[in-house]
């Protein structure tokens, strides 16, 4: 049984292996491209309707950072299929899959601060600052269970590493 072989519980080379891993992490992209770039959507359009202007200093500054945050996360879930398309054919592909993965890991957090300010904004307006923030709260902690706390868990139970 080869190195590789040990490692990953696969009768795979590094090669292999880094293909294998290249393709998982591109579904996992796909899934959170989607979901920040509808988001990031319907935030440009904010800035343009009556109510807008309405909002608060407060809330105005909540909308411009989540914007930015918005931007931020869809660089960073787009940056793998850039950063593959620059290196391919560099045979750097294991290298590549850790930039890429570190990437949409950054992606994903810049996601949950998104998804944080457009709640918090939206419950602020919705509810006219009442509870917003408990609200916000809950629903964040949901987030951090199901994307870390759930992961994290599972990993540690069902793995020695």
């Known amino acids: 049984m080869g190195h590789a072989e040990h490692r990953t519980g696969r009768d795979e080379t590094e090669d292999e292996r880094a293909d294998r891993m290249w393709g998982d992490l591109i579904q996992e992209v796909r899934v959170a491209q989607t979901g920040v770039q509808i988001l990031f959507g319907f935030l440009l359009t904010v800035v343009f309707t009556p109510k807008y202007v309405t909002l608060s200093d407060t809330d105005q500054a909540i909308y411009i950072t989540t914007v930015v945050l918005g931007a931020s996360a869809t660089g960073a879930l787009i940056g793998p299929v850039s950063l593959h398309r620059v290196v391919s054919g560099r045979r750097i592909k294991p290298q590549a899959v850790a930039w890429a993965s570190r990437l949409t890991f950054v992606g994903l957090l810049l996601l949950l601060a998104t998804m944080t300010c457009a709640l ?14 408990w609200l916000v709260v809950a ?19 069902h793995t020695s590493s």
């Open 120 to 133: 918090l904004l939206i419950l602020r307006v919705a509810t006219h600052g009442d509870h917003a923030i």
């Open 139 to 157: 629903v964040v902690a949901w987030y951090l269970l199901c994307w870390f706390g759930l992961p994290l868990w599972a990993r540690h139970r």
